[in-house]
């Protein structure tokens, strides 16, 4: 893990609330693994030493690059700064995604919003090609589709206002296509807690395995603060663990949603 200090190459607008930041950040760049982090200390902010967590989208070279919404105040003033202004970046942060092996299972992405952008790594350095299931709101919510397509990956899209591609939930094609055949499938899901909750069961239903990274707040990105723990199996019935250090990405039969009593 480290921390630079990075230096905006581009920040512009993808579509709708939606950015590309890239970044030149060769440590971080170098070391990444598909499903981790880096935690961005947004410089011009007040509050500069909370910083926010982004899965990195892109590495290439010296070069990374984040996609983000903006949701709130460190979002709306990172989509201000430019290139040539800098970042605080601490990473590369947590436990990514098992990258696939060309003889083992076809992997399914599940993507909600910018869940998109913790996949695109994964499905890069997958020696083969499999499914992406992309989710959102609205067509502007369907992120880098050609990205993948370029990849060589089918890409399945849905809208909940059938906007763009199938209408309804990213899960409901992704139970069409394991009530085709679920045989020598895995399935790796990012997006919003409910879809998390839904792959799981649906991992549980057709007996694939599923790997989820978790959606959590989180403070310090080191394992200090414990901000981001949650409820996981263990041995001895139940712990918590760090969303940041063990996770954020957990075998789906590892979480439980509930704090049991
Ligand atoms: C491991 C990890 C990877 C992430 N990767 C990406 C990414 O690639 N692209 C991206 O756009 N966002 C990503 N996020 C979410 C991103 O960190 C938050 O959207 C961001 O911190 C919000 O900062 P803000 O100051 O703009 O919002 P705030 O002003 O702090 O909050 C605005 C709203 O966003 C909500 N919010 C804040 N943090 C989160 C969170 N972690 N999850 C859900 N809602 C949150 C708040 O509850 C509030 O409703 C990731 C989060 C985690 C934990
Ligand atoms: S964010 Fe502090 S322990 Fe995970």
């Known amino acids: 893990m480290l921390e630079e200090l990075v230096q905006i190459l581009a920040n512009e607008r993808e579509v709708g609330a939606y950015f590309r930041l890239t970044l030149l950040a060769p440590e971080i760049a170098r070391r990444v693994q598909p499903g981790q982090f880096v935690h961005i200390r947004i410089l011009p902010m007040r509050d500069a030493l909370l ?85 959102g709101r609205r067509r502007v919510d369907i ?45 790796f899901a990012c997006g919003p807690t409910p879809m998390l909750k839904a792959v799981a069961r649906i991992a549980d239903d057709f007996d694939v395995p599923a790997e989820l990274s978790m959606d959590e707040h989180m403070c310090c990105g080191v394992g200090v603060c414990l901000t981001c723990v949650i409820p996981v199996k263990s041995a001895d019935g139940w712990e918590y663990q760090r969303t940041c250090t063990e996770g954020p990405v957990f075998d789906s039969k590892e979480v439980l949603w509930e704090v049991p009593r």
């Open 51 to 135: 910083r926010r967590p982004f899965s990195v989208f892109q590495a290439a070279g010296d070069n990374l690059s984040i996609l983000y919404k903006v949701v709130g105040k460190g979002t709306a003033v990172l989509s201000r700064m430019q290139a040539g202004d800098q970042l605080g970046a601490l990473g590369p942060l947590g436990h990514g995604f098992t990258v696939p092996k060309s003889s083992g299972e076809k992997p399914l992405l599940v993507a909600g919003g910018y869940g998109m952008a913790a996949m695109y790594l994964l499905a890069q350095r997958s020696p083969r090609p499999g499914v992406v299931f992309v989710g």
């Open 143 to 187: 992120l880098c589709e050609q990205e993948f397509r370029a990849l060589g990956w089918d890409v399945c899209a849905t809208t909940e206002d059938g906007s763009y591609g199938h209408r309804g939930l990213v899960t409901e094609p992704l139970v069409t296509e394991l009530r085709r055949d679920a045989k020598r499938k895995r399935l």
